[in-house]
């Protein structure tokens, strides 16, 4: 089992989507939301996933594949 | 002696003691130094910073770390430069180069690496890491060395071979990963997280790293006589160089060392990686993360871990602005300062130049207002961004075929016009 922290954000019609239900019903995760902003043009929500690997995975996999940006809870690491 | 008494979340400001952690355990919100300033304003004063290093380490009173123990191979107190050629050039009759690009190696990451690497050895880490496409690499390196830590650089596998070579020649351990640079950028995260042994120098020691960026703001007010700037241009990759040098200029005259700032901060940015400029023109405090796609690859952050607090410099600082240029002028902005000044800045220089050329278009600067434009790293390490200028005259190796081919009268000629 592990943990995970990350960082979605979600625009335009992603906002209305109910894409943390479907991550906790549809994947073997527990969600945890420990921080949020949702505005008109752009959301974003501060996630704790818990769960075996491969299924936080899989499900990370299966939201970007909705087009919501999953980040790293550090964000960008990389830097110039 | 440090001043620096605990980390708070800039969040929901929980406290927690002096530790190698970046995040909140409540909110998950990264976590910045508190600072004893009643006990730093008792010890500091212009003298005594006058009578210090000739380094950022001159202003160690304000810096997270033991400055008596810093790793310093020399950072800081880099030359703030008149403009007047390049002044002239864009209708700016009050313009300085903060030229950064001379730090040892070659970058401004000189700065916040040497606090990052002094704090580490405080912490007792015997092992130093970062993820980078270029001046982070070759300054983590640089320090490990200095320091003599074991150092491990992860780097894209697609990364031009000088840089690799700026960052290898220091001796640490390269790692080129194969992936995008989304993958990179979560394998670095994963590893993080998984090796707390390990002084990750933008990772869990964040905090105490991105304080280095401070002194440049010291420094140039120091530089302009005890005075902060009318404006200040900044290039903007994650945001903290930004709002660092905002709150080192502000720490002076919380510390009455200067009168209050009334800088007006301008952030520059590449169009082809621009959410914080396209956040601050649609007044929004959030940015849309975007895929980078510009030369000005060590601006290229998609998603920028400080764009918020960026932008509320912005709004909130009355003139500020955030805005963006295409790569084209970019590459002008890179000939325009190297042709006038003699500086050779790389592409987030270029950034920078052309920003300002865009500002000063728009009549933002009054007449005598100080403009600072912050140059950040040298241009020799993005060369391959202004390689198709570089067109010599090919002669043969005799008199005739010299004054055959080259009108010395008229290169001298153009030059007197253009200058």
């Known amino acids: ?80 | 002696m440090a001043y620096a008494s605990a980390l708070h979340c800039r969040e929901c400001g929980n406290e927690y003691p002096i530790a190698p952690i970046h995040v909140c355990e409540w909110c998950f919100g990264p976590l910045e130094i508190t600072y004893d300033y009643d006990a730093i304003g008792d010890a500091i004063s212009r003298e005594k910073i006058k009578d210090g290093p000739l380094t950022m380490w001159r202003y160690a009173d304000l810096l997270p770390v033991d400055g008596e123990n810093a790793v310093d191979i020399g950072t800081g107190m880099t030359p703030l430069l008149k403009a007047d050629n390049l002044g002239r050039e864009l209708g700016i009759d009050n313009l300085w180069i903060k030229n950064d690009a001379v730090n040892p190696t070659y970058s401004f990451k000189d700065r916040v690496v040497s606090i990052a690497v002094t704090k580490a050895l405080e912490f007792g880490f015997d092992t130093l890491a970062c993820a980078s496409t270029g001046n982070l690499a070759g300054a983590v390196a640089a320090h490990g060395a200095k320091a003599n830590m074991r150092t491990l650089v992860f780097i894209p596998s697609d990364l031009e071979r000088g840089k690799v070579i700026g960052a290898a020649i220091y001796g640490p351990i390269v790692i080129a990963v194969d992936g995008n640079y989304d993958d990179v950028n979560r394998l670095c995260s994963e590893l993080a997280d998984a090796n707390q042994g390990w002084a990750f120098v933008n990772i869990n020691m964040r905090p105490y790293y991105s304080e280095g960026s401070k002194t440049l703001g010291y420094e140039v007010v120091e530089q302009l006589g005890w005075k902060a700037p009318d404006h200040a241009v900044v290039p903007i990759a994650s945001g903290s160089l930004f709002t660092k040098i905002w709150k080192g200029m502000n720490e002076f005259a919380k510390l009455g060392l200067i009168d209050d700032v009334r800088t007006k901060m301008h952030g520059a940015q590449a169009d082809g990686c621009s959410p914080v400029a396209q956040a601050f023109a649609d007044e929004q405090l959030h940015v849309k993360p975007v895929v980078p796609n510009t030369i000005a690859k060590s601006l290229a952050i998609g998603n920028p871990a400080d764009a918020y607090y960026t932008l509320k410099i912005a709004q909130e600082a009355e003139g500020s602005t955030v805005g963006s240029t295409p790569d084209p002028e970019i590459v002008e902005g890179i000939q325009m300062l190297a042709q006038t000044e003699g500086i050779f800045t790389e592409t987030a220089g270029g950034v920078v130049i052309s920003n300002l050329k865009k500002l000063a278009e728009a009549g933002r600067f009054q007449k005598g207002e100080s403009v600072v434009a912050f140059i950040t790293g040298n241009g020799l390490k993005t060369v391959e961004a202004v390689q198709h200028l570089a067109n010599p005259v090919n002669i043969k190796a005799t008199v005739s075929s010299f004054e055959e081919s080259v009108d010395v009268e008229e290169a001298v000629g153009s030059k007197s016009t253009s200058s």
């Open chain 1, 1 to 80: 089992m592990a943990i995970r922290r990350v960082r979605l954000t979600f625009e335009g019609e992603q906002i209305t989507d109910p894409v943390i239900y479907q991550l906790g019903k549809d994947f073997e995760i527990i969600t945890n939301i420990r921080r949020a902003e949702v505005h008109a043009h752009v959301g974003w929500v501060i996630l704790e996933l818990d769960g075996a690997e491969a299924e936080i995975d899989m499900a990370l996999a299966w939201a970007a594949g909705k087009g919501v940006r999953v980040d790293p809870l550090s964000g960008d690491v990389i830097e110039g």
